[in-house]
């Protein structure tokens, strides 16, 4: 079965992704550090494909410099394992320096790659998320974890994949 690796920095609503995805309340999502406490595991289905789905970057930790090797170290143990990568980032926070490092590393990957711009709750909002073709990566979707819109357009092109 294929393997959905969701990574990203804290606070970017990867565990909210993750809960819509596998319609089930797995992972803890904590609204007040953004930061799940665990590495989560969940199945789905879209398009009649079947898939797991990982949540990322669930430890809490206390000084930054930690805080950014363990992202990387995340990140870099979600492309070992999966199949393909979700790499969600924040419009409402735009590239961050942590962004364009997990971009960096993400460029060197040769699986397929989704860019998925978080917390469009709104068109307005989409105007703004033209910034995140300066990550490098190419195109993205732009989707709202919360209401779910454009999560079912990024599932389509995902589910083509499987
Ligand atoms: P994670 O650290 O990347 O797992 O992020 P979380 O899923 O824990 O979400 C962090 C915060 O962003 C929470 O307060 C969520 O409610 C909020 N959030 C997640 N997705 C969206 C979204 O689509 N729109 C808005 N406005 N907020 C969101
Ligand atoms: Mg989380």
Known sequence: ????????????????LFNRLVKRREAIVDSVSGVTRDRHYGKSEWNGKEFSVID????VVGSDDIFEGEIRKQVQLAIEEADIIVFVVDVEQGITPMDAEVAKILRQVEKPLFIAVNKVDNAMRDADA??????????YYTISSINGSGTGELLDAIAEEI
């Open 1 to 16: 079965m294929s393997i959905i690796a969701i990574v990203g920095r804290p606070n970017v609503g990867k565990s909210t």
């Open 56 to 59: 990322t970057g669930g430890y």
């Open 130 to 139: 033209v910034e995140f073709y300066n990550l490098g990566l190419g195109d």
